[in-house]
């Protein structure tokens, strides 16, 4: 069974940057999309940042040219590199393990079936 695990989350203060990992025990198929969601207070949980089993990159409009994800097979970790960032960026940070292998889908929690238990990052103004 696959566990995920988030680090790297913390207080910064705005225009700062924080880079999120999230490793992986057990087998993590490499066909498999990886992801990042976050879910502020009182909000719905909201996609962040995907890459897909094939290399694309998936992004919100909020955070584009600021989030940068990437994927090491090998290590079976995906990071999440933010800079220039926002008090809206406030939230708690999960990444996430594609439902099946070489989908297409990468927008939608239903997309997803394997949760870590996520990380707090906290931007000051």
């Known amino acids: 069974q696959v566990q995920l695990v988030e680090s790297g989350g913390g207080l910064v203060q705005t225009g700062g940057s924080l880079r999120l990992s999230c490793a992986a025990s057990g087998h993590v198929f490499v066909n498999y999309n990886r992801g990042w969601f976050r879910q502020a207070p009182g909000k719905e949980r909201e996609f962040v940042a995907a890459?897909?089993?094939?290399?694309?990159?998936d992004y919100a409009d909020s955070v584009k040219g600021r989030f940068t994800i990437s994927r090491d097979n090998a290590k079976k970790t995906v990071d999440l590199q933010m800079n220039s960032l926002k008090p809206e960026d406030t939230a708690v940070y999960y990444c996430a393990v594609g439902r099946g292998a070489f989908s297409g889908d990468t927008f939608d929690k239903k997309d997803y079936d394997t949760w870590g238990q996520g990380t707090q990052v906290t931007v000051s103004s």
């Open positions: 890459v897909r089993w094939t290399g694309r990159t």
